[in-house]
């Protein structure tokens, strides 16, 4: 079976959300998942819940804490750097059947990584796995490639009366 390329972009809520619908399908069919999280790190409610499907779905983290809306340092360009690296062993692999980069357009957004780097990376991947790429901002040669484009687009979000993430739905 031939895999393809998804991107999920957009500035509206459900991006992580439905790469982890998907994810969860997946599992159902008995098909192996990869989830390399960019930016993030700490136990997040989805975390906990994909503990339980732990034969089938890997996590791996690659950030410190979250900083959008901060200042950028090193320990930021290293860890997309390692993700990075990490995923492009990942694709190289047959281990896994889909795997889902999460937060890597923002990661690219904030020029922590290469963008042609990314785009070798899915060029030369296993042809049989599908590949997930999640995040705001999504570059045009990245959607270039990408099979599927999904935008998800603010229409209203209770975030700009002032409401924080809440346990087990934003976070």
């Known amino acids: 079976m031939k895999g393809f390329i998804h991107v999920y972009t957009g500035d509206g809520k459900g991006k992580t959300t439905a790469a982890l619908g998907l994810a969860l399908r997946a599992v159902g069919a008995n098909l192996r998942v990869y989830i390399g999280q960019f930016i993030k790190e700490g136990k ?28 950028i340092v090193e320990e930021d360009r290293q860890a997309a750097q390692n993700g990075l690296k990490r995923a492009r062993e990942i694709m190289r692999g047959g281990e896994y059947d889909l795997i889902i980069l999460d937060e890597i ?4 957004h904030y020029g922590l990584i290469d963008e042609s780097d990314v785009i070798d990376m899915l060029k030369n991947r296993n042809e049989q796995m599908e590949v997930v790429l999640t995040g705001r901002n ?3 040669n990245i959607i270039d490639c990408a099979d599927l484009v999904t935008e998800m687009r603010k229409i209203k979000h209770y975030r700009d009366q002032g409401v924080t993430a809440r346990f087990g739905i934003e976070k």
């Open 44 to 71: 997040f409610s989805e975390l906990k819940a994909l503990e339980k499907f732990s034969q089938n779905i890997t996590v791996e983290q690659f950030g410190r804490k979250r900083f959008v809306g901060k200042k």
């Open 105 to 108: 357009n923002i990661v690219l």
């Open 138 to 140: 999504a570059r045009k």
